[in-house]
Every structure is written in C-alpha cells, then in structure tokens.
C-alpha cells in the first residue's frame, strides 16, 4: 500500500448523522446508519466480539506462523498454501481453492440469493525471498518485515470467520475471503486483476472490502492510480578516449532525466513522478551500449496521469534526439524502449455508496469519525470497473511499513476493539442476521 491523501471534507459530510443526535434540526437518518447500529446491538456482533477477545492469542500466533514464511512478489505460492490449509480447517467454509493466478479464496454462503461481497487481504510482501522474516517480540510489539503489511490482515480474516462461526451468525450475501497475490510493486495488481476479470466470480461481485493494517479512523475510497516503465537506451559504445564523440545513452539519459524533472504536474489532483531506480555500462573506460532506469508515474486522476505519460515519453525521446544530434551516429543511433513494468488503473468509489457510508457508520460509532482518502491499494481494481470497492484498516496499529524495522502493536484491548471495527462493518454490508 502507497501513501494516502486524505480528505477533511468527509468528516463534514457526516455531520448530519451528529447533529441528528445533537439536536439540530432533524436531517433524514442515514438508512446505513440504523443498519450499523442494528448490528453492533445484536446478539451474533456481540458473540463474535467476544469469541475475538478470547481467542486473540490464536490471531497472533496466526500472524506469526504466515509472517515466518517469505512471500515475495511473484513467490506467494508457500505462504499461499499455508493460508489454503488454514481456511479448509474452517467448516463454514466451501469452494476452498486457489485459482490459476495463486489467490487462495474460500466462500461463506449466504441465506440465498443475496449479492456476493470479497473481503480481501493480500499474501504478498515487499520482501525478497531470501529476508530474514523471524518474529521478534519487543514490548508489547511484534518485530519483522512483512508482518504488519499486509500479514496480519490475513489473520484476521481468519479470526473473523472463526468468530462469526462460533456466534453461529448467517449473512444475506455470500462472503468470499480472499489471500490474494500481487498487490506490492512488480505485482502489479495481477491477484485482482485475475479476480475481476477472469476468475470464475468475475462479474459476479457486488461489493469489495481490502484489509490492509492499522488502526487508524481511515476509509481508503479513492485509488491512486500508477504507470511504471523500465526504459533502455542503447548506443554504439566503444572505447572512452579511442571513440571519443560518439553518441552515449548515458548522455541521452542524463538528458531525458533532466528533461523529466523540468515537467510541471498538478498539485490537485495530487500528480507525482519519479526517477527511482537506474544502471548500466560496461566500464569506467568504456563509452556504455546500455543504459536504463525504472520510472514512475501516479496521479488521483486518468487524465492527468495520461499527460503526465505522454510528457514522460516525450522527455525521452528527448533525451535520444539530443543525444543524436549533439555527437556521431557514425558507429550507430541511439536508441530507447520503454517497457511497462506496472499499470494501476485510477478509481473512484463514491462516498454516497452505501459502502462508504457504512464504513463511516462503523466508525461514527466508534466515535472517532473517519477520514476518506486515497492510496494505492488492491481497491484500485473494483473501482476502476465501478465496483464499490473500499481499503479498510484490519485493527492492529502498524508501523515503517516496507521497512526492515516493520512491526505491530499487540496491546489486545486496542487491537480487538479496532478489529470488531472492521467485522462490524464486514457483517453489516452482508446483511447479518
Ligand atoms: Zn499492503
């Protein structure tokens, strides 16, 4: 998960649902409102709640379990397997698989005929295979990489099943819990993308729920959108004083590079590049044949992000043509391709979807008012096809996410009334019973 935006004009927006209990003239009672609240007051939230609180220990040993098993991007497939195992262990559960693109899924049915919801929490981390992703236990934290983000979600998802099973609760949907693949950098997406577009739910999903960790009061309704390249320039090369005056691509990518840091992008919507990674050459005494690097581009907005993709582009062509034109092509032209690394659609999910307002519901509830904002998470994929998508914190406070000093706070009070945050929400958008 990227960095977020978020917005204050949410909190105003909810303000009718206060000052309806504040006394102001009364404003029409938000229907998702009475949902929450008809949930968290009933029988099957309070068992569940209680089922959590009990068996929070097992969600932290889960966490540790899936932790210590390395899932680096396009390398879930143990972790993968451990959490397929974990799921068939659960009875509700049916249509236990893992689909050709590595997610593993598991469906609780519905009463019948209700709308299908996912609930989502992804296996990848940051990680190269080769991390050391022991658990330390410091305080009341747990210390390694990837244990936070998004691991602990996955547990959580699984202390959630246990706990709505033990309250014996029925939901109107059909839930379908999903460990997916490929939501961290060169995933690009690619568990979703299967999920939404090829999987055998695909066009059958009415609602999605994204757990990534914290405790924050924050609704990730807004996807961030990205394009990311790996651009090779490529020249003659040759000896550095024998061939002196030949054409580099190192010069053409100097050139390109600071002809991207010269482009202007919009501060609303929120519009960012960058230059992240570069490399190349032969030897100190050679002029190069290749060089390259691996750009990045996001915005809040398709069309700003598709300026900022064409500018990108030009910048180096840019880079090339000066180069061509400013030393010999007599050995050879240089030359750059630009090969798509990562492609994040841009999405939106209304704040008037009931989704939303049920997430802000939730927390209302809570009494800590929400703030929506906008990142770049495994939601992206539903609301770029105008799916009511939302990211949600799964409960336990998180920290230097993508940081080898990656932790979570175990402290259980916090962490267990934050979690029944996110169940409340999950059991009232699947209509609990
Ligand atoms: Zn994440």
Redesign the pocket.
């Given at each position: 998960?990227a960095l977020k935006t978020l917005a204050l004009a949410a909190v105003i927006a909810l303000a009718p649902l206060a000052a309806y209990s504040a006394g102001a003239p009364k404003a029409k009672p938000d229907p998702q409102v009475a949902v929450v609240k008809k949930v968290a007051g009933g029988k099957g939230f309070k068992a569940a709640r209680a089922h959590i609180d009990a068996n929070f220990e097992r969600i932290v040993s889960d966490t540790v379990t899936l932790t210590e098993i390395p899932s680096p991007p396009h390398g879930e497939a143990r972790r993968a397997a451990a959490y397929l195992a974990m799921l068939k262990a659960e009875p509700s559960l049916s249509d236990v698989e893992m689909d050709a693109e590595g997610n593993v899924m598991a469906l609780r049915k519905g009463t019948g005929g209700g709308p299908l919801i996912v609930v989502a929490a992804?296996m990848d981390t940051v990680f190269p295979a080769d991390t050391d992703v022991t658990v330390h236990k410091v305080g009341n934290e747990l210390h390694a990489p990837g244990v936070g983000?998004?691991t602990v979600?996955l547990a959580v998802l699984l202390g959630f099943i246990r706990a709505m099973d033990a309250a014996h609760i029925k939901t109107h949907a059909d839930i379908l819990f999903v460990g997916d693949v490929g939501?961290?950098g060169p995933g690009n997406l690619r568990g979703m993308r299967y999920l939404f577009t090829k999987g055998r739910y695909a066009g059958k999903i009415s609602a999605f729920i994204s757990l990534?960790?914290g405790d924050e009061a924050e609704i990730t309704n807004g996807g961030v959108g990205s394009i990311r390249y790996h651009v090779t320039f490529k020249g003659p090369g040759g000896h550095s004083y024998g061939a002196f005056g030949l054409v580099s691509p190192a010069f053409a990518m100097g050139t390109a590079i600071e002809r991207i840091g010269q482009i202007k992008v919009p501060a609303d919507p929120r519009t960012t590049y960058n230059v992240g990674v570069m490399g190349g050459g032969v030897s100190v005494n050679s002029i190069p044949n290749t060089v390259w690097m691996d750009v990045d581009m996001r915005s809040e907005d398709a069309g700003a992000l598709k300026t900022l993709d064409g500018q990108m582009l030009a910048a180096i062509a840019g880079g090339v043509d000066a180069e061509n034109g400013a030393r010999s092509t007599s050995r050879g032209k240089i030359s750059a391709v630009s090969d798509l690394i990562g492609e994040r659609p841009v999405g939106m999910t209304d704040p008037a979807q009931p989704l939303v307002r049920t997430a802000q519901a939730v927390f209302v509830l809570a009494g800590t008012p929400a703030v929506l904002g906008k990142s770049s998470?495994?939601s992206n994929m539903p609301m770029s096809l105008g799916i009511p998508a939302i990211t949600f914190p799964s409960g336990f406070k998180s920290g230097r996410?993508h940081s080898p000093e990656e932790y979570i706070d175990v402290t259980k009070a916090p962490a267990v009334a934050h979690m029944s945050n996110a169940l409340l929400l999950i059991l009232s958008v699947a209509g609990a019973r």
């Open positions: 998960m992804h983000d998004d979600s939501e961290e990534e960790p998470t495994d996410a």
